[in-house]
Each structure stands twice: as structure tokens, then as C-alpha cells.
């Protein structure tokens, strides 16, 4: 009989001090929104919570109560909304003012913090800016869109960044440029499609602390006009420029005129031959760089 009892309790206890049969795992990046993680395993926190959208190599995931990860993977997007920064942060990465939508795929300015200083959303599919989207974030001091297909910029986009001072936007499809905040230090429109009559003749005048303006490879056939005092570097090569004057850079009713703060023009990969306009540079400290022959 106790030969037939120690066989019975081996034959019901064993199976249960046997682990089950691991799980297959896959590797999750979780963000850092309310969520533990402690060894692999979630703690009681998680189990409690109804729904949480976390990060799975960038894109949204749905955790729920009973965090049953379907076996195919199933993707939930969720889309930016006005009403909430919680998705903005959980697509990029926002972190001290600053907010991040690099390189992944958005074709839209995504709704930001109130707070937000600086944005890079550089490398998408941005097409369009609105006047909308800056419309409540006054404290905005640079804005980074390189990389992107941006064909319009809507009137006043950016009329209420009285703080903005860096803005690029570098590697677009713009034929003209928007109205630009008047506290600009550096701008960059290299390499679109923008034309002499996309600027307007007063585009830059204001700008009184302007002090970077690049646009290279473009298709201007002019110099802008009414170029501020404060300009430090201008790059225009590789454009269509054909044509300069002797008000272009300096001043041709004053011979004394000396523009003392710019230290660098490029105009090479234009047309023009520079050696035909030396007035045009009576006023500068260092001639430009370009074809003089």
C-alpha cells in the first residue's frame, strides 16, 4: 500500500513542479509612459491598466488587460489628435521642449505640446504646412523640416513665431518662399525649386538679425534684394544667376559703404562672370566665391 501511495503522489505531483513549455518572446521596446518593466515581465501595474498603447520598434501596439499579444503581430495605429499630446509623444520622442518626428513616414505637422522650443521633423513626407499647425505654439526657437516633399507653406504659417529663430527648410519642393518671422538668425532653403519671383522683393529687409541664408541650389535667377545688415553668410550656388548691380551688396551712391559683418558669398554653378561686375563688391571685405573668368 505504500509502495501504491508514493507512486500515486509522484504520478499527480510531478506534472505540476514541471514548468510549462516557455512562451515564444519577442523583443518589445516599451516607452517610458506609466510602464515597468522588470525581467522581462510586466508588473501589477500594467495588468491593471484597461488599454496602453506602447512602442514596438516604432510603431503602436495595443496592451490589454489581459495582455493576450495576438500571434500574428496585429499593428493598432493611432493617429495624432488635437485634442491630445499623448500620441504625438508615443510616434516621436519628446523630451525637455524638445520633439522629435524624424524619419518616420508622417505626412503632416503631428499636434505639439504648448511648450515645445524645438522641433526636428526632418526626413518624411510632410507635403503641406498649415497656418494651423504653429497657430498655439508661440514658443517655438527652431524648426527643422529637411528632407521632406513640402510644395506649400499657407499664408501666416509662421506670423505668430515671434520667437523663432533657426528655420529650415532644406531638401523640399518650394517655388517660393513664405513670409518669414522677423527674429530669424539662420535660414535654410537649399536645394528646391525656388525661383526669383517666388521672393518677394522685401522678404529679407526686416529680418534685422539675420545672420544665415542659404540658397543653394535653387533656381534664382537674381540676387534677392534688400539684403539685412546683419547677414554674415550668404550661399547662392549652383542657381541661374545671370545678371548683378552695384546696389546688389553695396551701395553705389556711397563709395564709403563697407558691409563689415559679411564674411562669405558663394556664387559658383551660376552663369555670371564675376569679373564683369567689380563694382558689385566694392563694399565687401572678401570678394565671392564663382567664375571670374
Known amino acids: 500500500m505504500e509502495t501504491l501511495q508514493a507512486t500515486f503522489f509522484l504520478f ?7 514548468p510549462a513549455p516557455p512562451l515564444q518572446q519577442e523583443s518589445l521596446q516599451f516607452s517610458e509612459y506609466d510602464t515597468d518593466v522588470s525581467m522581462g515581465s ?22 490589454d488587460t489581459s495582455l493576450m499579444l495576438q500571434s500574428d503581430d496585429s499593428q493598432l495605429d493611432v493617429p495624432p489628435t488635437k485634442d491630445t499630446n499623448l500620441p504625438t509623444c508615443l510616434l516621436c520622442v519628446c523630451l525637455s521642449g524638445s520633439v522629435y518626428c524624424e524619419e518616420i513616414d508622417i505626412e503632416a505637422v503631428p499636434p505639439l505640446p504648448k511648450e515645445t522650443a524645438y522641433l526636428y521633423a526632418r526626413f518624411n513626407k510632410i507635403k503641406r504646412i498649415a497656418a494651423s499647425d504653429f497657430a498655439d505654439i508661440t514658443t517655438l526657437r527652431r524648426i527643422d523640416f529637411s528632407g521632406n516633399r513640402i510644395e506649400e507653406i499657407e499664408d501666416g504659417a509662421f506670423s505668430k513665431l515671434l520667437l523663432l529663430e533657426e528655420l529650415s527648410l532644406a531638401e523640399n519642393r518650394l517655388v517660393k518662399l513664405p513670409v518669414l518671422p522677423p527674429k530669424l538668425t539662420t535660414f535654410n532653403a537649399n536645394q528646391n525649386r525656388i525661383k526669383s519671383r517666388g521672393i518677394k522683393a522685401n522678404a529679407f529687409k526686416k529680418l534685422t538679425n539675420l545672420a544665415y541664408l542659404y540658397l543653394g541650389h535653387n533656381a534664382l535667377e537674381s540676387v534677392p534684394l534688400n539684403l539685412p545688415e546683419s547677414l554674415r553668410i550668404l550661399h547662392l550656388q549652383y542657381n541661374n544667376i545671370t545678371t548683378i548691380t552695384d546696389d546688389t551688396f553695396c551701395k553705389s551712391n556711397n ?16 552663369p555670371i562672370v564675376l569679373a564683369k561686375h567689380v563694382n558689385a563688391f566694392s563694399c565687401l571685405r572678401m570678394l565671392p566665391v564663382g567664375t571670374y573668368y
Open 12 to 18: 499527480v505531483f510531478v506534472p505540476l513542479v514541471n
Open 255 to 270: 563709395t564709403r559703404y563697407i558691409r563689415t559683418r559679411m564674411d562669405e558669398i558663394r556664387m559658383e554653378g551660376n
Open 42 to 63: 510586466l508588473t501589477q501595474q500594467d495588468y491593471e491598466m484597461q488599454s496602453k498603447d506602447i512602442r514596438k520598434d516604432g510603431t503602436n501596439v495595443s496592451l
